[in-house]
């Protein structure tokens, strides 16, 4: 039983009334990214119709407010994560950016030949691509941590790759393709026993838990607004205050100098440093108000209903044949990716959606941990907080119809 009105919740998100080849949507790819409530869409409109302005050089009226709401959200964003200090919150264009800033700038400072970087076999190729341009530039040694067949990492192994060579470590919180919750503080702290630096790639969690930098102790932590229900092409990097002065500038333009001369420029303080350019400032604006939503919901509300989703799923799928579930992980979010013998996933892919029901299918931007399991991509249903047992009871009828089709 769930204390959140599911019903109430649901009328928040006008996109769940679209009807797909005639039936209504049935929206399955949360983890591909979130759908947005109303009053984001409103601030959205609402900055453009009453206040939209460049922020911080402006002295009118309408740059003073644009400026106002951009500085809230970083505030918002500092509690949201727990970051000690608002100047730790960079804004990016989503988790992909953040790693990319972090990989070249402080990889690039700090790293050198010989020195090892430390990532695992669930990485999204845009926690392994950044490390390997780092490495082939560098002449630095990418590591890869082992997972068991249910999708948990192996951290014996992760143990015995940690030396005083590791300079580097970048992991995944939760699995976009397995769900799977890695036991990142314990990852964090192996890590730093041997004076390595850590990132982690929070773009699956930070919709489902409560994020705690401090705890956690991180030194970067990156997420994308838009599967917390927030606009698209817009993240943040937290990163320790210290490591980011330390840290060169990313991109060279408007807002991040001080001082420029054509002899020399000197940068700006943090957070501007890293923010060169016109920011997204109306994605930004609105992100407050998607993070309010998850806030006033309740992140354990949330995550209770969507385990409980998830148990349903499991149990339901479970009851068809030649279906096997890849990730099963004890620990993991509402991410239920599956392959059905000899049935293509893209296959699957289309015939559902011509049931109205939208999932993923692929290798979902991770294909060495296809590799790992031998396959070229699954199905994968991913639950939020407006989907519902009625839904998941479609997706199964829906199966039962594939599987009749090609079965
Ligand atoms: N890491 C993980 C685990 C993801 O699921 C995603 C998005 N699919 C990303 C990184 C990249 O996020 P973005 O595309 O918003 O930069």
Redesign the pocket.
Known sequence: KTSLDIASIRNDFPILNEVINGKQLVYFDN???TQKPRLVLDALSGYYEHYNANIHRGIHHLAEKATAAFEQTRKRMQSFVNAEFSEEIIFT???????NLVASTYGRKFLKEGDEVIISTM?????IVPWQMLCEEKGCILKVIPIDDNGDLLMDEYEKLLTERTKFVSV??????LGTINPIKEIIEKAHAVGAKVLI????ASSHFHIDVQDLGCDFY?L?L??IYGP??L?ILYGKKDLLNAMPPYRGGGEMIKEVTFEKTTYNELPYKFEAGTPNIADVVAAKYALDYVDTLGKSNIATYENGLLKYATEAVSEIEGLKIIGKAKNKVSVLSFVIDGIHHQDIGVLLDQQGIAVRTGH???QPLMNRFNITGTSRASFAVYNTTEEIDLLIKGLHKVKRMLG
């Open positions: 983890a591909a990214t264009y989503g988790t992909t950016d953040g790693i990485e999204h190729h845009s926690n995944v919180h939760v699995s976009n393709s790639d929070g773009a699956q990156a994308s838009h599967k698209t092409g993240g979902h931007c991770t």
